[in-house]
């Protein structure tokens, strides 16, 4: 399966639950107060709050985060109905919402990438994945210490390692990505098949959710995202990663504004600024 089928299938399984929850498009907030939806981690959620405390916006806007299918889904099926002043989401899913219902307006500001992107986008974040490991079960287990993604599908590693659904969170596609990249779509699949054997309940729909695993003890290993591993080891836990033989793949997350005609918020695209 290739990664044109895999976006396809995630992206109608997210919209048929998005038809489901389709709102109105009135604020929930019933004010004047910029709706943010978001499908950002903690720490990221955390800087995007300081920049706009920080430049006179604090208690002028409300952050509702979502999962990265669930946000997708929504975004596919309410287009500018949708409740949000301003979305911060996986770039890709941004583009297809655009491309299906050319939702967005053209930022008024200057982005200064260093590559194009759409004029409606501004990246705002970069993830990149990396294997996880929580080195105290790592010494308990005996386990090796893997060296590529590829090793994840050994059957020594099974029922301890934990990765994250394809249809559910845009951390998969960082190991889709290089998956697919080293070992072409067969080869992939192959690989993937293994890593999810040696997974049993432990595929996970957020992004941070092997490394809260990693962090608990319940798994040796996981993949998420570097930087969350980085962290945890700098303040002292028991983590560590290691950046696999087949590369650290990122995947930008933007920011875009909803073009709601009249109704757009104007505080919208200078906090997008």
Known sequence: ??????????LSGAMCLAVLTA????SASGS???????????EAITAMEN????NGYKGKYIFQTYGTSELGGKLMAEGTNLEAD????????????????????????????????PDYTAPITSQEGAIILNTELMASEGLPTPTS?????????????????IQSSSTAWLLIQALVDAYGDDGAQEVLSGIYGNCGAHIETSGSGPLKLCRAGEVAIGFGLRHQAVADK????????????????SL????????????????????AQ
Request: proline share 4%.
């Open 234 to 249: 700098a303040e002292g836990l028991p983590i560590d990663y290691v950046d696999p033989a087949e590369g650290n793949f």
């Open 51 to 54: 920049a706009l405390d920080n």
């Open 149 to 165: 993604l590829k090793d994840l599908a050994d059957p020594i590693y099974a029922g301890q390692v934990a990765v994250t659904d």
């Open 23 to 26: 709102c109105s498009g009135t």
């Open 32 to 42: 004047d107060q910029v709706v943010i939806y978001s499908n950002a981690d903690e």
């Open 86 to 117: 301003l979305v911060t989401m996986s770039t890709f899913y941004l583009q297809s919402a655009q491309e299906q219902n050319n939702m967005f307006l053209p930022l008024d500001f200057e982005v200064n990438t260093l590559e194009e992107v």
């Open 1 to 10: 399966m290739n990664m044109k089928k895999f976006l396809a299938l995630a």
């Open 252 to 271: 930008t997350e933007s920011v875009a504004v909803l073009d709601k005609g009249e109704s757009t918020n104007p505080l919208a695209m200078e906090m």
